[in-house]
């Protein structure tokens, strides 16, 4: 929280309970937290998918309109078929909701470790941002504006090809989380007014 000694510590872990205090009231009063604003679809990205799965675990009953109809052996008209087909409906939203938020998709980039020591080889030997690769030229307007030219993994034919592998990887993985975020709204749109408990 704080790197200027214990003292330092101790009001900062007071004021982020404090901070905590005051956003839990907040959820009580409006049903949400200022802090849950900062990040709306984080949040909700992690709200839904855990009340879907709180509501498939706790539910009293499931929408009638799903399974068949049919008269049991009493001679009653009962469905029971539709808390099958309810769970499974419910699971695939849990899925495709958790699918579309990047800490909980299944779907992991294999280059990741190979990228990232290559990254770190990179950054040591020619600094965060390509520095140590700058020309004179580039120095000199560096010096004069301000400005300066970063220089990229990429550049160099030792790192172009685990970056292109890297990157590529990672634009289809995020194809991958946006058709499952799509998915998932729009069953949520189909479902919308069956959420219900």
């Known amino acids: 929280m704080c790197g200027l000694g214990a003292k330092c510590r101790l009001l900062a872990t007071i004021k982020h309970i404090r901070k905590c205090i005051k956003w839990s009231w ?8 200022e802090c849950d604003k ?16 709180d509501l498939r675990q706790n539910r009293m009953g499931s929408p009638s309109c799903f399974g068949e109809d ?5 001679g009653i008209l009962v469905n029971d078929t539709c808390h099958e087909e309810w769970n499974g409906i419910l699971d695939r939203m849990i899925f495709l909701w958790r699918e579309a938020k990047e800490e909980t998709c299944t779907m992991k980039n294999p280059y990741e470790e190979e990228y990232m020591k290559a990254f770190v080889e990179f950054k040591e030997k020619y600094g965060t941002f390509g520095e140590k690769l700058q020309t004179e030229a580039e120095r000199k307007r560096t010096r004069e504006t301000g400005s300066r030219r970063v220089h990229f993994m990429d550049e160099l034919p030792a790192y172009k090809e685990i970056y292109d592998k890297y990157h590529e990887e990672e634009s ?12 998932a709204l729009d069953m ?6 069956y959420l219900w408990d």
């Open 26 to 33: 907040q959820r009580v009063v409006r049903g949400y937290a």
């Open 70 to 74: 049919y008269v049991n052996s009493k």
């Open 38 to 53: 900062w990040s709306i679809y984080d949040y909700l990205q992690m709200l839904i998918p855990d009340m879907l799965q």
């Open 172 to 183: 289809r993985i995020e194809k991958y989380r946006e058709k499952s975020q799509g998915e």
């Open 188 to 193: 949520l749109k189909e479902y919308f007014y």
